[in-house]
């Protein structure tokens, strides 16, 4: 995924420019705006947005909504020790959370094994669906081969 100099959300919704990267960046995290924790390429100030709009629910938006979580992670997690569970549970939120990213999703929350994503808000693409889709099969594909492999059984 490329990373862009300036919020991809504002720039979309406001057509402000506000500097997430770059020499300008440091000017902006001085009133609070740097990059968000749901999308690298959105800022803190879409993320405030997002929350806000969640909780109106009044607003209707058409969005694909991604599940992803670890099958027999209840079995695992009694098998192994906490601190390899950590790092597994560490490297399947950053896999999950790279292929959300690259199709335009947000990670909207982890939930003990799993993770929560949104496409189409605030990154509004017609080909959400598909979208959500591919990152589910490219997860998917990706933990069966290299990360499984490394899994206790």
Not at 24 to 51: D, Q, V, W, Y
Not at 90 to 115: L, P, Q, T
Not at 122 to 144: D, G, T, Y
Request: with cysteine.
């Amino acid at each position: 995924m490329k990373e862009t100099q300036i919020c991809l959300g504002c720039w979309e919704h406001k057509h402000m420019p506000m500097a997430i990267r770059g020499p300008f960046a440091p000017l902006f995290r001085t009133f609070g705006i740097k990059k968000s924790k749901m999308h690298p390429n959105l800022c803190t100030s879409c993320e405030s947005h997002f929350a806000r709009l969640m909780k109106q629910r009044q607003i209707p938006v058409s969005t694909t909504i991604l599940f992803a979580d670890i099958r027999g992670y209840t079995d695992l997690s009694q098998q192994i020790e906490a601190v390899k569970l950590n790092e597994l549970l560490n490297r399947f939120y950053d896999r999950c959370s790279a292929a959300i990213w690259e199709r335009d999703g947000i990670v909207n929350k982890f939930i003990g094994d799993a993770v929560l994503a949104i496409f189409n808000f605030p990154l509004i693409r017609k080909e959400h669906v598909q979208n959500a889709v591919s990152a589910a099969v490219q997860l998917q594909k990706k933990l069966s081969t290299s990360e499984r492999g490394n899994w206790p059984k």
